[in-house]
């Protein structure tokens, strides 16, 4: 199951490659770094807001 995960990784990693040598190294960390914070802020909040259910037991 593995070997389906490497080829879009490596696209990935190009893609990012070619980006940051177009618009700078740092630029490029600074805003992957950003777009991991607030997908981890956002499952966060999201995580904090979950219903339970509980049974008339």
């Known amino acids: ?6 080829p879009p990784v490596a696209a990935l990693i190009l ?4 980006f940051a040598d177009v618009h700078g190294r740092k630029k490029t960390c ?8 607030a997908g981890a802020s956002a499952r966060w909040i999201a995580g904090r807001r979950t219903v339970t259910v ?4």
């Open 54 to 57: 509980t049974t008339g037991r």
């Open 30 to 37: 600074q805003v992957a770094l950003a777009l991991c914070a």
């Open 15 to 18: 893609t990012a490659g070619v």
């Open 1 to 6: 199951m593995q070997d389906a995960f490497v």
